[in-house]
Nanobody, 113 residues
Framework: VQLVQAGGGLVQPGESLRLSCAAS????????MSWYRQAPGKERELVAR????????YYADSVKGRFFISRDNAKNMLYLQMNSLNPEDTAVYYC???????WGQGTQVTVSS
């Protein structure tokens, strides 16, 4: 089981970013997927979750209406579209397969003017 992340970087407040997570070596469409983040000095927190076929999604209150999780099962890809970013969104973001406890390598998102 492997999750390889891409995206992230440094943006200014109000800008957008899209994170991606490429899954391999497991039957991607059978599993719910999640995005977590960990800010400096804080615990890792759940940002969003999507069911195996995308019919059900969950968002943390702090990102609701700004972040959007999606997946493409044909491509074994998971995405996190992040809009209206603010400095409080600065963190390392991780994709995750909850039931397998598998994590991507993490990608830094920094929001700063």
């Amino acid at each position: 089981v492997q999750l390889v992340q891409a995206g992230g970087g440094l943006v200014q407040p109000g800008e957008s970013l899209r994170l991606s997570c490429a899954a391999s070596e497991f039957f991607f469409s059978s599993y719910h997927m999640s995005w977590y983040r960990q800010a400096p000095g804080k615990e890792r927190e759940l940002v969003a979750r999507i069911s195996n076929y995308g019919g059900s999604v969950y968002y943390a209150d702090s990102v609701k209406g700004r972040f959007f999780i999606s997946r493409d099962n044909a491509k074994n890809m998971l995405y996190l579209q992040m809009n209206s970013l603010n400095p409080e969104d600065t963190a390392v973001y991780y994709c995750n397969v909850p039931t397998l406890n598998v994590w991507g390598q993490g990608t830094q998102v920094t929001v700063s003017s």
